[in-house]
Each structure stands twice: as C-alpha cells, then as structure tokens.
Nanobody, 121 residues
C-alpha cells in the first residue's frame, strides 16, 4: 500500500506565506511525477505545479513567481512554498504522485487527503 500524507495548510492573511509538505510512504520502487493540485468551492480541481524526475517544473500561470515546488527524492517528499498569497488561492490543496511499486510494474496515480489553505484578512 502507498500513502501520501500532506501537512502545512492553514489560515493566512493576504501577502503571507505557507509551506505545504507531502510525504509518500509504503511500497515504492520509483516516483516519476509529483505535483500539487487545488480545488476551490464550486470549481473544478486545477493543476498548481508538477515536476517529473529529470524534467522541469510546470506552474499554473496564476501562481508563477509566487509558488515554488521542490522535491526531496531521498525522502519521497514534495513541497510547495507559497508566497504573496491572495484570497483567490483559497482552496483545498491535494498532493499527487505517479508511483511504480516494483521494477517493470505499472505506474499508478495516488492522491493525498487534501489540506485546506485559506487566505483571508
């Protein structure tokens, strides 16, 4: 079994910062892509940032220059540093990882449980 456990959400004032963490654990052979998605009330889930091993990081236009995704591959962990937060960043943030559990096995898509980020004065 594989689990993604997120932490770091909360309430912050506009202009403030938060750092989200997501650690993958369990039976893991390799992780190709890790990323963050978010879903605001009444809206569809959208991509925030994704990174593939050996590739570049892609950001949504709405967060470019404010959010930074980083990975610690030794710890199977992905982070999202969010600076200059705006009220429109308010959403539930979900971690995602594409994980292979054994050599030459299939790759499955896993999701974290979600963490609430609220930006409000």
């Amino acid at each position: 079994q594989v689990q993604l456990v997120e932490s770091g959400g909360g309430l912050v004032q506009p202009g403030g910062s938060l750092r989200l963490s997501c650690a993958a654990s369990g039976s893991i052979f390799s992780i190709s892509t890790m990323g963050w998605y978010r879903q605001a009330p009444g809206k569809q889930r959208e991509t925030v940032a994704t990174n593939t091993v050996g590739g570049s990081t892609n950001y949504a236009d709405s967060v470019k220059g404010r959010f930074t995704l980083s990975r610690d591959n030794a710890k199977n962990t992905v982070y999202l540093q969010m600076n200059n937060l705006k009220p429109e960043d308010t959403a539930v943030y979900y971690c995602n990882a594409k994980i292979q559990q054994r050599r030459q096995g299939p790759t499955y898509n896993y999701w974290g449980q979600g963490t609430q980020v609220t930006v409000s004065s």
